[in-house]
């Protein structure tokens, strides 16, 4: 016996009454033959061709037609031969044509099959009750009110699954078409860094296209000496002029930079007040201010740290993290590119990197800083 009807036969033994299947299908019945049986109830089967014979001599109180592609028919056969007689339609049809022509048919209530053994019990013991009641016509209203509501309630579950799976597909799309997009500005990056084989031009394209995202923003380069040394290699003036950014920039290179370098993720600072007190009163143009740090590693080893921090009003949106991540490890392959081409030895970049760190203005839509 099917596990779905195994305990149909608990707390029925008193309210059973004879019923007649009717089916075209024999195996397709017989787990609910048998578990009807099983419950206590006096159940007949029979096919299409002998309804009106099974309905004389078995007197049923209710019939059940089940698992069939002919069931409407069926209904209309067994109300042909008496109308007034509760039909239980059974079927693993769900869609709303299908139950419509079952209740067409003549249907009083149905059940979508397969489903657990007490449900049809409760569905059998309803329609007996209605039967027993005065005006069958009236019953058998009654009962498709009840199939309607039913009807309802799956419907508005069927809509609530349906607009949850828009939304998932909507949220998919979203994150499909962000997806492309960093691609895209990935691939557009690469294009523009590869036609650079010199720090310096790698370092200013570098930035002018990092701005051309972020919007106008601070923003400085530190490339790695060795693990825990950095120097500075560009920098850019939103808002923040060299002279008073020196300070910061050296606390920057001296203790910030290794300690950034060593998780492979963008750093988002969410204390910039201890900050400020651990750099001391030069750091006071960093008040209130968002600062993001971004390591660019290449086989795991940090080539260069970017920092890029402007006043609080203009954070960063957090759609900009996705984007830096990915130009951080273009920025790295590229960096790592023009150690292999000069030969990189010990722990010394270039010769062109290691004068005066270049500064840009561009950030204010200036020149180029002496």
């Known amino acids: 016996m099917s596990e779905n009807y195994s305990d149909m036969s608990k707390g029925f033994e008193s309210s059973t009454f004879p019923l007649l299947i009717v089916t075209d299908h024999e195996p397709a019945s017989q787990v609910v033959h048998e578990s009807l049986v099983d419950s206590g109830f006096s159940v007949s089967t029979c096919g299409p061709d002998s309804i009106a014979t099974m309905l004389a001599e078995t007197t049923p109180r209710i019939a059940l037609v089940c698992h069939s592609d002919s069931a409407s028919d069926h ?12 039909i239980l339609a059974l079927s693993e049809g769900s869609t709303f044509n299908c139950v419509l022509d079952l209740i067409r048919a003549g249907a009083w209530d149905f059940v979508q099959m ?4 007490v449900d049809i019990v409760d569905r059998l013991q309803s329609l007996a009750m209605l039967k027993m009641d005065s005006g069958s016509s009236q019953n058998q209203i009654e009962g498709l009110k009840g199939l309607c509501r039913r009807l309802s309630d799956s419907n508005r579950e069927l809509c609530k699954r ?17 997806q492309v997009e960093v691609a895209s500005t990935v691939s557009a990056f690469q294009a523009l860094l590869s036609q650079e084989l010199g720090i310096e031009g790698v370092l200013q394209t570098s930035l002018e296209f990092i701005l051309g995202k972020t919007g106008p923003t601070n923003a400085a380069i530190f490339l ?25 920039l050296k606390k920057f290179a001296a203790d910030i930079c290794h300690h950034v370098a060593g998780p492979d993720d963008l750093v988002r600072f969410q204390d910039v007040d201890a900050f400020i007190d651990a750099v001391g009163p030069d750091a006071s143009i960093l008040e209130s201010t968002d600062i993001i740090g971004m390591p660019c590693c290449s086989d795991e080893e940090c080539l260069a740290v970017v920092f890029l921090f402007r006043p609080a009003g203009e954070e ?54 002496a």
């Open 75 to 86: 209904i209309q056969a067994v109300k042909g031969v008496q109308p007034d007689l509760p």
């Open 114 to 117: 397969p489903c657990t053994s």
């Open 162 to 178: 349906f607009a949850e799976l828009e939304t998932e597909l909507a949220s998919c799309q979203n994150d499909f078409d962000s």
């Open 224 to 248: 790695a000496d060795s693990p825990t040394s950095y120097s500075l290699g560009a920098y850019v003036n939103y808002d923040c002029p060299r002279e008073q950014a020196d300070p910061v």
């Open 316 to 369: 960063y949106s957090e759609d900009l993290a996705p984007v830096l991540d990915a130009l951080r490890g273009a920025l790295a392959e590229q960096l790592a590119t023009i150690v292999n081409v000069h030969h990189r030895i010990a722990d010394h970049w270039p010769d062109e990197s290691t004068d005066e760190s270049s500064d840009w203005g561009f950030g204010t839509g200036g020149n180029k800083a």
